[in-house]
């Protein structure tokens, strides 16, 4: 399933990246990620590209091809299914359970996302076996000073791990919070086994009764729950001076855009390594709140242009 990567040079052969795709609006999302990758990704720009496609089939989908990307189809096992994000967590599970042996750094990018330029902090080192973003706003997390709520205290005890000294730093909302990540991407180093963890306790907390009609369940709860999850098994699974925490340019919020302080706030596109747009338009003619320059601005101008 995966192309030969033995044609990039010294430790870049080993990483793979892969997405997802639920519905046709997704599929067509990963398709540009795709291009972007290979247009913008510099000495990674000819790494493996997984698609897990549930109910969004490629089989006649001649550009996937040519792009190299390797589709797999899956389905969200009964257990998850009807629950947010769940086909998510299953992707990472089912990417970590798949990937060869000789992949070191497995990054998953969320479907809505751009690469601009060579996104190399993926490249995991020997010192570090994780590359992370902060969350960028607080919803359930918790700042430093805030005592354990029976919300993390569930995710906490379903997962094995303690009350952790690790803090972050929302980047919009400018939160110091206990250790929670953002889960637009994120990459591991596959033999920890932190992604099939993940799924194991992601399906447990689904069917905690108890937990799901009290503290879990509300809609940011629900919506966010595979993220807290993520983050207290890294703290529990990784050596904390062994987490990259990779710099704003990674994933850079556009959809949040509007809502970054001054100070924070990207001027051009081209600043960035990749960025998330979620809903909203990247047609260089109608983004008017952020400079894109060339050649990003034509690249995008003849993929998106008029959508």
């Not at 993390?152 to 909302?173: H, P, Q």
């Not at 919070?177 to 180093?189: E, M």
């Not at 509300?218 to 001076?241: E, G, K, P």
């Amino acid at each position: 399933m995966c192309r030969d990567s033995t044609s990039v040079e010294g430790r870049e052969r080993n990483v793979l990246f892969f997405t997802m795709a639920r519905n046709h609006d997704e599929l067509n999302s990963a398709r540009l990620f795709a291009e972007s990758l290979r247009e913008f990704g510099g000495q990674l720009n000819s790494s493996p590209i997984w698609l897990f496609e549930y109910e969004a089939s490629s089989d006649d989908d001649q550009h996937l091809a040519e792009l190299g990307v390797d589709p797999v189809s899956v389905t969200v096992p009964d257990s998850m299914r009807g629950y947010e994000l769940a086909a998510k967590v299953h992707s990472c599970a089912e990417a970590e359970r798949l990937v060869p042996q000789h992949i070191e750094s497995l990054v998953w990018i969320s479907p809505d996302s751009v690469v601009v330029s060579t996104p190399d902090l993926y490249v995991l080192d020997e010192k570090h076996d994780v590359a992370v973003r902060p969350v960028h706003v607080k919803n359930v997390g918790l700042t430093a000073g805030e005592p354990l709520d029976a919300y993390w205290s569930r995710i906490l005890e379903t997962t094995g791990a303690e009350s952790s000294e690790f803090y972050v730093e929302s980047y919009v909302d400018h939160q110091r919070l206990r250790g929670y990540f953002n889960s637009h991407s994120y990459c591991v180093r596959p033999s920890l086994g932190l992604f099939r963890r993940w799924s194991e306790c992601f399906e447990r907390l689904v069917h905690d009764g108890e937990f799901q009609s009290s503290s879990c369940s509300d809609d940011l709860s629900r919506i966010f729950l595979h993220q807290a999850v993520l983050s207290a098994l890294t703290l529990s699974m990784v050596d904390h001076d062994r987490i990259r925490i990779l710099p704003p340019a990674y994933c850079y919020p556009y959809n949040l855009h509007s809502s970054v302080a001054a100070g924070d706030r990207i001027d051009a596109l081209n600043q960035l390594t990749s960025f998330v747009y979620e809903d909203l338009s990247i047609d260089p003619d109608r983004v008017e709140d952020i400079e894109i320059n060339e050649p990003l601005r034509s690249w995008l101008k003849n993929k998106v242009g008029g959508l």
